[in-house]
């Protein structure tokens, strides 16, 4: 289905037309005609050529496939690559994906692969304070072709350009009406999407105006209806007894009704619910009795509509200067829908409360209910006692339901032209850009914990109280006990909308020059630089309940920041060689670029590469970049202060003991009169948030690979391999709360406030427990990947019919990440629950065929086989011991899937074409894994909704 570029035998390629198509390029053997074929830009460079090969390998996607795929998004689109891997965000997920839509190539995050459109970077876009770019915002009907760079690019384009760049071309020379509509959903009748798109454009005497309006209508896929997502899947009981886990339906400890305690918490806590009269208004908790079960009111998939306008234009002012512009705006509102929320701490109820349980004078006794809390027999006085709700599922009050509505504007103006110095002809550019992209949050039935509690206190609420300027006291400890008029007033008093907001800025000035400067004896000496002004800013208001921490999350403080940036480049193309044996032609490449940002500072990037055709058909390329970088985002050096929860391990505990002499005595020299043993917890309560002190990420990257054109062998077919190798250091994370112990402690001198690393990050209380600590985002890991892309297709002709066939693998070797405590944990092969998977190998293989009025496409993506991250790093005894643990060991192991899909197309009339497709033909489910994700698997790398039907339909005048 994708194809990356290949040399060839002459210049009739042009990108042929049509699904699954191959890109050929001119040979040197015909420089004689070069100055008749034009010269292109192709992405990863800035300098026009008369063929698509660069040192870097880039991959192709044109209209015509896109349209054979039936896919209406364009992360569907990418994701389907088979160097895209890991977690990218989409309508497959309904927890935090906010709508967004993301790339991720290598599998080394959003944040790393550089996004443009036109060759010029995108706004950044969500709710605000983004670090990537919401592929939504990108016309999938207005787009000429896709051209994804698997390699860095940082020397060309700047920050971002570590894991790849996807250049978006758009249409710009259209001429004519063209009105697109496709609808379809899945074989269970849900999950339906409709888009209409019409493209309009006119070439006049000195330009040309094409302009694009589409709309989209995705509903949504309940995970209630499929049977793998029905209910969230446990594996951490023996059942049976013998001595293995099983599996079972589980849910949330969060219970309806409410989990509280009586005077103390009891063994697995203690559940109020709805009971008869003559029992007991609370009992112990049971798992299996009391879990909720969350998914039968989430998503699977999620609904979004969209609105999308876009203009392009192109005047020519004189024989050489003209001017462009480029518009587009995108309306997109998104749903997402969850559980009730489930709060904690909600407050206490005094002994005598009206409805206390316990209060032998209140509402349950008078309704005929017996609570012996003491079991002595009775039901008085020396029962009543106060009563915590610590916390409750809000079943009563629905589900929570997200939404969010974006606006997102991009306009581009600038001069171009050309002249001529002596007999040397040079492009040039100038121009302006501006991007902003607005977006608002809500999230219905939230509560506040602050007035939840105040309805449980006998001194604030009132009896009948209305919830409007009266608090309700209200009957929370169990659900069916409130009427519906108490109900909908306490209701009203505690739950809220949550409100965020945000915004991203862009703004870009720039300038470009190409050309060649000299020549030489294998042709012109090639140059492009150009310098360039970006400043961006973001900003996040989270709710107002929300920051002072009595709302339904953590308290989470607003985000605020900007930067700005000058950078220069200078790319050069040097022919170094020519029509000697064993070196038909050789070609070096060389870019460097400066950069001065106002958070850090300046640096600079470097990249040298080489393209040598050893013989007619064959070409070796190779590249290596030099500090490819992501500067740090807003988020990252500003995101707002939050509360988080983390697991950890206090290494003074047993300090006595302890064989280390420098741990021992910093631990005592803080310890010593506290009467601390051991931690009270195995969480601490950290402060997670952006750091002003970050430093760019840097990677060292190397490709090297052939590009064959094997038609003397078979007419028509071609095969690419590409080696990449991609290392980040400085790597943007953050440190956990026992390196930092350990590490402040192990120091001679250190201790809580002393000057020793992170020892200025946590504080101990009274007892000595660690009662904090900072764990803000720092440079912290070393993060690589390696393995091999290849690419092989072959079009031919028989029985009167055009043939294609195209095969894209992705083998990855190694993508791994080692933390700062030196920690190496290699992915390759692992089904994650936080970051989605990273398959040994990837493939697709296309088939197409076509004739005069028809075309039929074939597509096979195959993911290889997987394993649950539980056997990551572990050695052959302990895996051993992990998969006997198992009554079913095979939930361990993922199996490979393999998706068919096909789709058929035909010319009713010269106008309209008619194309009916099925994705997933054999509706295969995704994989079920013990660690899984949401949904009991990876959302982010199986076909969720099952098999899918579209139909299409194209009329042009």
């Not at 000299?518 to 002004?533: K, L, N, S, T, Y």
């Not at 005592?668 to 009270?680: I, K, N, S």
């Not at 060991?889 to 789709?903: E, G, K, M, T």
Request: aromatic share 12%.
């Amino acid at each position: 289905m994708y194809k990356n570029n290949f040399l060839a035998n002459s210049v009739r390629f042009a990108l042929v037309s049509g699904a699954m198509t191959a890109a050929f390029t001119a040979p040197a053997a015909l420089a004689a005609e070069e100055d008749t074929v034009e010269r292109i830009e192709v992405t990863g460079s800035r300098i026009k050529r008369t063929d698509m090969e660069s040192a870097s390998p880039v991959s192709v996607i044109d209209a015509g496939q896109i349209a054979a795929m039936g896919i209406t998004r364009l992360d569907d689109v990418l994701r389907q690559m088979t160097a895209a891997s890991g977690a990218a965000l989409g309508t497959n997920v309904n927890n935090g994906s906010g709508g967004k839509a993301t790339v991720n190539i290598r599998g080394l995050g959003a944040a790393r692969t550089l996004v443009l459109v036109n060759g010029r970077r995108m706004v950044n876009s969500g709710i605000g304070a983004n670090s990537s770019v919401d592929l939504n915002n990108i016309p999938l009907g207005f787009i000429k072709r896709i051209e994804v760079l698997k390699d860095g690019a940082s020397a060309v384009y700047g920050s971002d350009a570590i894991a790849g760049v996807v250049n978006v071309i758009l249409k710009d020379d259209y001429e004519g009406l063209e009105f697109n509509a496709q609808t379809g959903q899945t074989f269970e009748s849900d999950g339906k999407e409709t888009t209409l798109s019409l493209t309009m454009g006119t070439n006049f005497d000195k330009g040309n105006i094409t302009a694009y309006m589409g709309y989209t209508d995705k509903e949504e896929v309940r995970q209630a209806d499929r049977d793998f997502s029905s209910c969230p899947i446990f594996e951490f009981l023996d059942l049976d007894g013998d001595g293995k886990l099983d599996k079972f339906c589980g849910g949330s400890s969060g219970t309806v009704g409410g989990r509280g305690n009586l005077g103390q918490f009891l063994p697995g806590g203690q559940t109020l619910g709805p009971v008869q009269p003559g029992q007991a208004t609370y009992k112990p908790y049971s798992f299996f009795e009391d879990s909720y079960n969350y998914s039968e009111l989430s998503y699977l998939e999620t609904p979004r509509k969209q609105f999308q306008i876009n203009v392009n234009g192109t005047y020519e002012l004189s024989d050489n200067v003209g001017t462009f512009i480029e518009a587009m705006y995108t309306k997109r509102t998104s749903n997402q829908q969850m559980a009730p929320t489930r709060p904690n701490s909600l407050g206490t109820a005094a002994a005598d409360y009206y409805y206390n349980p316990t209060n032998p004078d209140g509402w349950f006794n008078e309704q005929g209910y017996f609570n012996d809390v003491n079991g002595d027999g009775v039901w008085d006085e020396n029962d009543a006692q106060e009563v915590t709700i610590a916390t409750r599922r809000m079943t009563d009050i629905g589900p929570r339901i997200f939404s969010q509505n974006t606006d997102t504007y991009r306009a581009v103006f600038g001069f171009n032209g050309d002249f001529e110095v002596g007999d040397r002809a040079f492009d040039w550019e100038v121009f302006y850009q501006y991007g902003r992209n607005d977006g608002r949050s809500y999230t219905e039935n939230q509560v506040n914990r602050e007035r939840f509690a105040e309805t449980i206190d006998k001194d604030t609420c009132v009896m009948g109280g209305n919830g409007v300027d009266q608090v309700p006291c209200a009957n929370w400890f169990g659900t069916g006990w409130m009427s519906e008029e108490q109900l909908a007033a306490a209701s009203n008093y505690v739950t809220y909308t949550e409100v965020d907001t945000g915004f991203n800025t862009q703004e870009i000035y720039g300038a470009n020059i190409a050309g060649e400067l000299f020549d030489m004896p294998a042709g012109g000496f090639g140059i492009a630089a150009g310098v360039e002004h970006r400043a961006e800013e973001g900003f996040y208001n989270p709710d107002v309940l929300s920051q002072y921490g009595i709302g339904g999350g953590n308290a989470t403080l607003p985000t605020a920041g900007e930067f700005s940036v000058d950078e220069a480049y200078v790319e050069l193309a040097i022919p170094l060689l020519e029509g000697l044996p064993g070196v038909e032609r050789l070609d070096m490449s060389a870019a460097i670029r400066y950069f001065d940002y106002s958070t850090f500072g300046d640096d600079y990037t470097w990249n040298v590469g080489a393209t040598w055709s050893i013989f007619d058909g064959l070409m070796v390329r190779s590249k290596y970049t030099n500090q490819a970088f992501r500067a740090p985002s807003i988020n990252d050096l500003n995101q707002g202060a939050s509360d988080s929860y983390d697991g950890f391990t206090d290494v003074c505990n047993d300090y006595q003991n302890n064989s280390n002499a420098t741990i021992k005595a910093n631990c005592a020299a803080d310890l010593a009169g506290t009467g601390f043993t051991e931690q009270d917890d195995g969480q601490v309560r950290a402060v997670v948030g952006g750091n002003s002190d970050l430093q760019p990420e840097k990677a060292d990257i190397f490709t090297v690979g052939f590009v064959y054109d094997a038609s003397a062998l078979i007419d028509g077919l071609s095969l690419t391999v590409d080696y990449y190798d991609i290392e980040i250091t400085d790597a943007i994370g953050t440190i956990g709360a026992t390196y930092k112990l350990e590490q402040c402690y192990s120091a001679t001198g250190g201790g809580v406030g002393s000057d020793q690393p992170f020892c200025k990050d946590f504080i101990r209380d009274a007892d000595g427990q660690v009662d904090g600590i900072l764990r803000l985002k720092e440079n912290a890991n070393v993060e690589k990947t390696t393995g091999i892309d290849t690419n092989i297709a072959y079009a031919f002709e028989a029985a009167s019919l055009d043939w294609r066939i195209d095969w894209e693998t992705t083998w990855v070797d190694e993508n791994s990440t080692t933390d700062s405590a030196g920690n190496y944990t290699d992915y390759v092969g692992f089904a994650t629950s936080n970051a989605g998977s990273v398959p040994e190998w990837k493939s697709n293989l296309g088939f197409n065929v076509s004739g005069d009025d028809w075309a039929a496409n074939y597509q096979v993506r195959y993911i290889h086989s997987l394993e649950d991250e539980s056997l990551n790093d572990l050695t052959p005894e302990e895996r051993a011991e992990t998969i006997d643990a198992y009554a079913n060991p095979d939930n361990l192991f993922l199996d490979a899937v393999w998706y068919h899909d096909a789709s058929v197309s035909y010319n009713v009339m010269d106008n309209l074409k008619l194309q009916l497709g099925v994705n997933n033909i054999f509706d295969t489910e995704p994989e079920y894994y013990v660690s899984y994700n949401d949904s009991n698997t990876d959302i982010y790398t199986y076909d969720l909704a099952g098999r899918r039907w579209y139909l299409q339909a194209n009329l042009k005048f």
